[in-house]
């Protein structure tokens, strides 16, 4: 998993719910999903090589998320909601990677996982 973007100053932000934790609707702020190994150990690799890697979560920062940081990740990330100017790249499960100023994403699969698959005819059968 090897981004072109990324260089040596800047953060990387790593959502949490279905980045970096298993999850299947919300339960809770106490309640963090199990650890999605591939995530895992990519964050683990960047903190290794002394990136700057961020939560980057819509929840509140909830002692269950320094937890599983510090549970899974080796150590406790910033958790931040606010993008700025020296985020490099982002990691979400919600994102869609739109072609810069092209205003198109880069993989319809991409699309598809977002926002589900377009019904057609064909899949209506009930
Ligand atoms: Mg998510």
Same mark, same amino acid.
């Not at 980045?19 to 999850?23: G, N, W």
């Not at 002692?63 to 899974?72: E, G, H, L, S, V």
């Not at 406790?76 to 606010?82: A, D, E, G, R």
């Not at 993989?107 to 057609?120: A, I, L």
């Given at each position: 998993m090897t981004d072109p973007r990324i260089n040596d100053e800047g953060w990387i932000g790593v959502d949490l719910d279905g @980045?970096? =934790?298993?999850?299947d609707g919300f339960k809770g702020d106490d309640v963090v999903g199990e650890p999605i190994e591939p995530m895992v150990?990519?964050?683990?690799?960047?903190? =290794?090589?002394?990136?700057?890697v961020r939560i980057f979560t819509a929840r509140s920062p909830h002692?269950?998320?320094? *937890?599983?940081? *510090?549970?899974?990740l080796g150590k +406790?990330?910033? +958790? @931040?909601?606010?993008k700025d100017h020296n985020m490099q790249a982002l990691y979400d499960d919600r994102a869609v990677g739109i072609k810069r100023n092209e205003g198109i994403p880069f993989?319809?699969?991409?699309?598809?996982?977002?926002?589900? /698959? /377009?019904?057609?005819?064909e899949n209506e059968d009930d």
């Open positions: @980045t970096l =934790a298993y999850y150990r990519q964050v683990r690799k960047w903190l =290794a090589d002394g990136r700057d002692p269950a998320i320094r *937890k599983f940081c *510090k549970d899974n +406790i990330l910033p +958790i @931040t909601n606010l993989d319809d699969d991409n699309v598809e996982q977002v926002f589900g /698959e /377009e019904d057609d005819e």
